[in-house]
C-alpha cells in the first residue's frame, strides 16, 4: 500500500499560479507511473497529467499542455504539479496518483483548487 498526502490547493484569480505538491510513502518500490487528475463538479475525474517514476516521459490533457507542468523528487519520494495561467474552467478537487507494475493504483484524498474568474 502507497499513502499520498497532497498538499498546495487554494483560491485563485483568473491567470495566477498554484503548485501542488504530493508526497508518497510506503510500498514505492513497484511505483512506475505518478499522476494528477482532477474532477470537476458533476463531472467525470480526468487525467491531467503523469510522469514515469524513472526515465523523461510525460502526458498531459490537452486542456493543460503549455500551462501545466509535472516533476518528480524521487530522491524525496515527491510529485508535483505547476500550474500558471490558471483559468476557471481548472476549478476542481486535484488528486495524486500512483500506479505500480501489475496494475495498482492509489489515490491522495484530493484537495481543492478554485479558480475565479
Known amino acids: 500500500q502507497v499513502q499520498l498526502v497532497e498538499s498546495g490547493g487554494g483560491l485563485v484569480q483568473a491567470g495566477g499560479s498554484l503548485r501542488l505538491s504530493c508526497a508518497f510513502s510506503?510500498?514505492?518500490?513497484?511505483?512506475?507511473?505518478m499522476g494528477w487528475y482532477r474532477q470537476a463538479p458533476g463531472k467525470q475525474r480526468e487525467l491531467v497529467a503523469s510522469i514515469a517514476r524513472y526515465g523523461s516521459s510525460t502526458t498531459y490533457a490537452d486542456s493543460v499542455k503549455g500551462r501545466f507542468t509535472i516533476s518528480r523528487d524521487n530522491v524525496r519520494n515527491m510529485v508535483y504539479l505547476q500550474m500558471n495561467s490558471l483559468k476557471p474552467e481548472d476549478t476542481g478537487v486535484y488528486y495524486c496518483?500512483?500506479?505500480?507494475?501489475?496494475?495498482?493504483?492509489?489515490w491522495g484524498q484530493g484537495t481543492q483548487v478554485t479558480v475565479s474568474s
Open positions: 510506503g510500498s514505492i518500490f513497484n511505483i512506475n507511473t
Open positions: 496518483n500512483v500506479a505500480s507494475w501489475g496494475g495498482i493504483q492509489n
